[in-house]
């Protein structure tokens, strides 16, 4: 418990400073944190035997988040040329003995969309408009539903959510998240109403939605260890596991609050 303190206090003495002056900084944090969620994927798939290209996962993820958040009119393309190195690297590796390179393949690829493309709306949320006051809002939703889940999961949890994926996981801890989830949309859209200009009412709907839905992520990286085998994604965060294991949930409460907010809130 005390590891998960001081890494949560370094977390947040780096983080708070990024998300609050944006730029360079905050980009070349959130870059390291994906690359490096990047990296252990690539870790976990060769633990269950695959051999995704490491420099075309992590390259890639870098150069399409550079795209996506600094040069838009280019993202595309980036993306089109490192799914053709991707191909011609595992046609060559396949050529070499490889047989499974299909599979490779589609391991590299998923890891530039995943962590590249899907990764890059913690940049973007950041970019928008008041973006420091979203980013606020939406990240904190999630760790409130993951505070609850965990809290209410563990005091009357009983019925099993995910046995294969998650066994520790409840349908009563699920239900706590999202409850917490709505609560944390009404606390800080309250907090932020005269920098966002949000009601009480949609702070709880966006609540609502990323508590019901991030926990997509969370047992997304549960699948992938149990393939591997191997318990956390990582070890660089002491007491916590790897970045891939506390950015999961992150990924598509940013993907999710970027298109809710600009659909219905600005």
Do not use: C
Not at 22 to 34: D, M, R, S, Y
Not at 137 to 156: M, Q, R, T
């Amino acid at each position: 418990m005390l590891k998960r303190l001081a890494t949560s206090l370094v977390l947040a003495v780096v983080g708070l400073p990024a998300v609050i002056y944006g730029g360079v900084f905050f980009w070349l944090l959130f870059a390291f944190f994906l690359g490096t969620a990047a990296w252990e994927f690539v870790n976990l798939m060769r633990g269950a035997g695959f051999k995704p290209s490491m420099p075309i996962a992590v390259g890639g993820v870098l150069s399409i988040l550079l795209a996506r958040t600094v040069y838009p009119e280019y993202e595309s393309a980036v993306l089109v040329i490192f799914i053709f190195l991707a191909m011609a690297y595992h046609l060559i590796a396949f050529e070499r003995g490889r047989n499974e390179s299909a599979g490779d393949f589609a391991i590299t690829i998923t890891s530039l969309v995943y962590m590249g493309w899907v990764g890059a709306y913690l940049i973007k949320l950041r970019n928008l408009p008041n973006g420091e006051w979203w980013f606020f809002l939406v990240l904190p939703i999630v760790w409130f539903a993951d505070s609850g889940a965990y809290l209410v999961g563990k005091e009357i949890g009983k019925h099993k959510l995910s046995p294969r994926l998650s066994p520790k996981k409840t349908w009563e801890g699920y239900w706590g998240g999202v409850f917490f989830g709505v609560l944390g949309g009404v606390l800080f859209s309250w907090l932020w109403r005269e920098n966002l200009q949000i009601t009480l009412l949609n702070g709880a709907i966006l609540g609502l939605i990323l508590g019901l839905l991030t926990t997509l992520g969370d047992l997304g990286e549960s699948m992938i260890k149990r393939q591997s085998g191997i318990k956390d994604s990582g070890h660089i965060l002491p007491g916590h596991g790897g970045i891939f294991d506390r950015i999961d949930s992150w990924i598509w409460a940013a993907a999710l609050g970027y298109y809710i907010i600009i659909w219905f809130f600005i």
